[in-house]
């Protein structure tokens, strides 16, 4: 062999010596040639380098997304208003917490139970004596939840979590023997809609998904296949009030006609931004951003059936509450709040309920300004009679 060809493979292998596993991680593997080992062809791929105290991309905050192990990076997240990577912060604790009055050996339910994080502050109430039930559609993170609070000494003992949508609450009801109470809080967790895999926002490029239950039903891109124009605007006006709904569905099935695809988020949003060209410039960039969020809500409201769901639950729930038992519910747009609006006053005319919220409970300006995500709650609630 020349001595050229000797110091390319050497340049390029590991010894003898260093056959198994590297410091950094890497199985060697391969042929011996004159006592020189060659690498396996696949490259080692560091971890993607922390990009200052915010990095754009979700995949590099792996800080963020290590709660436990990077505390002082979460703290200054938060403190900037924002909510880091794979978390989701708990909105208007104390004021759900001073309405349901939580009382050691009392069975609760969280209808959605998400990051758990309001889940975790009502075990705390019940003192280790009682029992917590709590659903999820979400399997993706429900597990993750599940193992999370595990750590914080909340097991089965305490704690039952079903992969179950909450329009079934009679069924877990039925199971648990009643609840003194229950919370549904019916926003999307900020872990959902910050994964680009998962579809959720326009702000990120990914699938056009947008599944609550990634593991059935399909996807909002293969939901607008199924459409025609008048539907899509049908769609975008009951659930969501999108004022530009004509002209969006419009461009979006002009685009499928075509044959093109529409199933990224990237998509979507440049066809949004297109139907709206007609704007004045100076008003055009809020609008789009206006119509996207709009559009991409409406689009999970309908994959996701959430009138459908919300509907039956708020039909089941007054039979799953004990005499005396207390529902608080969030709601993140108007839509939503109609109906639990109507539903409380109606049960409350029907004697189903003793007492229910005169008005909406806000969030208060200090939670706004910590946690953005907060601005649009609203909290109602209702007392079984």
């Known amino acids: 062999m020349d001595q050229d060809k000797r110091k390319e493979i050497i340049n390029s292998s590991e010894t003898q010596e260093d056959l198994g596993v590297r410091e950094d991680g890497v199985q060697v593997t391969g ?175 990914g699938p056009l998904d947008l599944r609550l239950d990634s593991s059935r039903g399909m996807t909002a891109a293969e939901r607008l296949k199924e459409l025609d124009e008048e539907e899509l605007v049908g769609m975008l006006v009951e659930n969501s009030d999108e004022p530009y709904a004509k002209e969006i569905a419009r461009r979006v099935m002009r685009e499928l006609r075509n044959g093109n695809a529409v199933d990224t988020t990237t998509r979507l949003r440049e066809l949004i931004e297109e139907a709206l060209v007609f704007l004045p410039v100076a008003d055009r960039k809020e609008a789009v951003k206006k119509s996207c969020q709009r559009c991409f809500q409406a689009l999970r409201i309908d994959i996701n059936s959430e009138f459908e769901v919300l509907y039956s639950f708020l039909d089941k729930l007054p039979g799953a509450l004990k005499p005396g038992g207390r529902a608080a519910i969030l709601t993140f747009h108007s839509g939503e709040d109609r109906l639990v609006k109507r539903a409380f006053k109606d049960g409350k005319k029907a004697g189903l309920y003793s007492e229910i919220s005169a008005d909406v409970i806000r969030p208060s300006a200090e939670e706004c300004i910590k946690n953005g995500r907060a601005r649009s709650t609203k909290l109602r609630w209702a007392i079984r009679g």
């Open 31 to 205: 042929v011996q040639e004159s006592g020189i080992q060659s690498e396996s062809a696949v490259p080692h791929k560091r971890r993607v380098r922390y990009k200052g105290t915010h990095p754009r991309k979700f995949e590099e905050k792996y800080k963020e997304h290590q709660p436990e192990k990077y505390r002082d990076t979460i703290e200054k997240v938060i403190s900037k208003g924002s909510t880091p990577a794979g978390m989701h912060i708990s909105i208007m604790v104390n004021e759900i917490l001073d309405f349901l009055q939580i009382q050691p050996g009392q069975t609760g339910l969280d209808a959605t139970l998400g990051y758990g994080g309001h889940t975790g502050h009502m075990l705390e109430q019940l003192k280790g004596q009682g029992h917590m039930w709590a659903l999820d559609v979400d399997t993706i993170e429900m597990e993750k939840t599940r193992k999370r609070l595990a750590d914080r000494g909340f097991g089965p003992d305490i704690l039952t979590i079903k992969h179950l949508n909450f329009a079934n609450i009679d069924q877990v009801a039925e199971e648990a023997g009643g609840f003194d109470f229950i919370l549904a809080d019916l926003g999307v967790s900020s872990m959902q809609i910050d994964n680009p895999e998962r579809g959720f926002s326009y702000k990120t490029d």
